[in-house]
T-cell receptor, first 112, second 114 residues
Framework: DAEITQSPRHKITETGRQVTLACHQT?????MFWYRQDLGHGLRLIHY???????NKGEVSDGYSVSRSNTEDLPLTLESAASSQTSVYFC???????????FGSGTRLTVV | AQSVAQPEDQVNVAEGNPLTVKCTYS??????LFWYVQYPNRGLQFLLK??????LVKGSYGFEAEFNKSQTSFHLKKPSALVSDSALYFC????????????FGSGTRLQVQP
């Protein structure tokens, strides 16, 4: 069955370190998204991609970057982790026609 | 810009009673509207969506939602609540055109008391 997987599930890192969160989908979806979830804010969009070599900034993109070298993967990189980036991160994907969005199980990141 | 408002941080309802979780939206043009549910320490599960057609949409676990264009609302409803419905509920929107990413509301915690 097709799926979307995120790794790791939990991560603790130190302030200033570079961290990469992985997102891999086997739906063959062109569209992929990264969100962060914080209490009182719901899910906020960090970056998104409509296909290979395409990336776009969302509302809370400062301090984050993504790259899309193939259809399946959209890794999220925190260039220099900050305590304000402690959050739960969700990856999602969608096709171009069925308007269905599939979410990963999330990565809980703690920056100490 | 598109936005979603979920005016209630928490909704409390007794088991067996009907429940409503409110959602209003703002988007340019026609909307695609979604409801998701999140159980503790879990990801988001899809409940239902409105794309076009009938204003009353039926979804998973007995939930339904009514699209009201004049009031720009998409309230989630269930005729008889279960304790197992207790969770965090998110409304989301995107437009027919423009950015394909969903914009989410801040979430409403539903607490169903036995």
């Amino acid at each position: 069955d097709a799926e979307i997987t995120q790794s790791p599930r939990h991560k603790i890192t130190e302030t200033g370190r570079q961290v990469t969160l992985a997102c891999h989908q086997t739906w063959n979806h062109n569209n992929m998204f990264w969100y962060r979830q914080d209490l009182g804010h719901g899910l906020r969009l960090i970056h998104y991609s409509y296909g290979v070599q395409d990336t776009n900034k969302g509302e809370v993109s400062d301090g984050y970057s993504v790259s899309r070298s193939n259809t399946e993967d959209l890794p999220l990189t925190l260039e220099s982790a900050a305590s304000s980036q402690t959050s739960v991160y969700f990856c999602a994907s969608s096709g171009d026609r069925n308007y269905g969005y599939t979410f990963g199980s999330g990565t809980r990141l703690t920056v100490v | 810009a598109q936005s979603v408002a979920q005016p209630e941080d928490q909704v409390n309802v007794a088991e067996g009673n009907p429940l409503t979780v409110k959602c209003t939206y703002s988007v340019s043009g026609n909307p695609y509207l979604f409801w998701y549910v999140q159980y503790p320490n879990r990801g988001l599960q899809f409940l239902l969506k409105y794309i076009t057609g009938d204003n009353l949409v039926k979804g998973s676990y007995g939930f339904e939602a009514e699209f009201n264009k004049s009031q720009t609302s998409f309230h989630l409803k269930k005729p008889s609540a279960l304790v197992s419905d207790s969770a965090l509920y998110f409304c989301a929107v995107r437009g027919y055109t423009g950015r394909r990413a969903l914009t989410f509301g801040s979430g409403t915690r539903l607490q169903v008391q036995p």
